[in-house]
């Protein structure tokens, strides 16, 4: 049971370009979220999805993308990647939405120059 | 604005000790609340989750308490040992939104000395 599974786990990226983060989980779980993690400032949710077909806006979307086609996958895009976005990012799931604890990835580091 | 806060944000304890980590948050109508530890370099693993109907929940050495009158909660690590050395981190889902929006404090950064 491989959990939840994120790739890359590093990426380095020139201003302007776009790439998307992958994020996969074989649980089932209906719930899944993308999070970032800068020092001192913890982790702050980007985008989060309550079952195939829906997402909606966390406290940090800009320049941030989601889609949910399918209950295991929750890919991340970035339209044009800027220093900012530096960062390191995880992605989580949950069987139901707050009343099982949450399941993270292991991340992906990305870094743009 | 719901916030959740985390002193002290290091500790540095000899081995053996016991030890409490506080978390505190602001609007008590929460759902839960979940303690994760997070070792450098990777990804979150969760400690322990307290529904907003629960007093405490307890695992092994640890034991996490939840006041939501006063809004606090406290992670209760017993006999520390220097493999408990890593970042915990104290995250919340309220009422009224989608309960799988976590706010996060910035962590407490543990070493336990050998």
């Known amino acids: 049971n491989a959990g939840v599974t994120q790739t890359p786990k590093f990426q380095v990226l020139k201003t302007g370009q776009s790439m998307t983060l992958q994020c996969a989980q074989d649980m089932n779980h209906e719930y899944m979220s993308w999070y970032r993690q800068d020092p001192g400032m913890g982790l702050r949710l980007i985008h989060y999805?309550?079952?195939?077909?829906?997402?909606d806006q966390g406290e940090v979307p800009n320049g941030y993308n989601v889609s949910r086609s399918t209950t295991e996958d929750f890919p991340l895009r970035l339209l044009s990647a800027a220093p900012s976005q530096t960062s390191v990012y995880f992605c989580?799931?949950?069987?139901?939405?707050?009343?099982?604890?949450?399941?993270f990835g292991q991340g992906t580091r990305l870094t743009v120059v | 604005k719901q916030e959740v806060t985390q002193i002290p944000a290091a500790l540095s304890v000899p081995e053996g000790e016991n030890l409490v980590l506080n978390c505190s948050f602001t609007?008590?109508?929460?759902?839960?609340l979940q303690w994760f530890r997070q070792d450098p370099g990777k990804g979150l693993t969760s400690l322990l989750l307290i529904q907003s109907s629960q007093r405490e929940q307890t695992s092994g050495r640890l034991n996490a308490s939840l006041d939501k009158s006063s809004g606090r909660s406290t992670l209760y690590i017993a006999a520390s040992q220097p493999g408990d050395s890593a970042t915990y981190l104290c995250?919340?889902?309220?009422?009224?939104?989608?309960?799988?929006?976590?706010?996060f404090g910035t962590g407490t950064l543990l070493a336990v000395q050998p």
């Open positions: 609007d008590s109508a929460i759902y839960n």
């Open positions: 995250a919340v889902s309220w009422y009224g939104g989608a309960t799988n929006k976590l706010i």
């Open positions: 989580a799931s949950t069987l139901q939405g707050g009343g099982t604890e949450a399941f």
């Open positions: 999805s309550v079952g195939a077909g829906i997402t």
